[in-house]
């Protein structure tokens, strides 16, 4: 059974920082790239960055990019967000996500999200 | 930056054909997938590649795609399909981008 379960929400003040996780279990984390997406309460969802299976190649959505640093660790099954400088318009549940559409083949799986409120 | 455009709320009753479209230069390009999002879960994939339904999703979901729109049609829609829905695409610069999501009400 295919499972990811994100970590590290929480209420953080603007400009700290807070690193979020994403344990997955029931597959091999290695083989697939992997992405996080966030959704602002009551908005929609917003697309934050990717990182490539080896860890290799990263990219992110403009709205965070120098802030944010994705990364992982397939030794332990981990993916991870680094979020620096943090802002009032970064709170959102935050998601990690399979995305995996490789030809016929989809491999498309969700977490229930870990929330990250920004607040003085 | 890209961006999807899909109007913000569609509303059917039981039994008629629910269209969602999205638009973006992008789907010229890229393939578009659709999510299905119910309050209080996470996204579920139930349109890939513009036109292809994963397995487990019912058939009365289908997709196409013309130029630079595609659109998610569910025909005979249901109750329990009332949800909102997001498009998808990959971009040229390795980003995602996601549509302003379409509020789907069934009644």
């Known amino acids: 059974q295919v499972l990811l379960a994100e970590s590290g929400g929480g209420v953080v003040q603007p400009g700290r920082s807070l690193r979020l996780s994403c344990a997955a279990s029931g597959f091999t984390l290695s083989r697939y790239a992997m992405h996080w997406v966030r959704q602002a309460p009551g908005k929609g969802l917003e697309w934050v960055a990717v990182?490539?299976?080896?860890?290799?190649?990263?990219y992110y959505a403009d709205s965070v990019k120098g802030r944010f640093t994705i990364s992982r660790d397939n030794a332990q099954n981990t993916l991870y967000l680094q979020m620096n400088s943090l802002r009032a318009e970064d709170t959102a549940l935050y998601y990690c996500?399979?995305?995996?559409?490789?030809?016929?083949?989809?491999?498309?799986?969700w977490g229930q999200g870990t929330l990250v409120t920004v607040s003085s | 930056s890209y961006e999807l455009t899909q109007p913000s709320s569609v509303s059917v009753s039981p039994g008629q054909t629910a269209r969602i479209t999205c638009s973006g230069d992008?789907?010229?390009?890229?393939?578009a997938r659709w999510f299905q999002q119910k309050p209080g879960q996470a996204p579920v994939l139930v349109m890939y590649?513009?036109?292809e339904r994963p397995s487990g999703i019912p058939e009365r979901f289908s997709g196409s795609s013309s130029g630079t729109t595609v659109t998610l049609t569910i025909s005979g829609a249901q109750v329990e399909d009332e949800a909102d829905y997001y498009c998808y695409s990959g971009t040229d610069n390795n980003q995602g981008v996601f549509g302003g999501g379409t509020k789907l009400t069934v009644l």
């Open positions: 590649k513009d036109s």
């Open positions: 990182i490539s299976y080896n860890g290799s190649k990263e």
């Open positions: 996500a399979t995305l995996a559409v490789v030809g016929a083949t989809v491999f498309d799986y």
């Open positions: 992008v789907l010229a390009k890229k393939y």
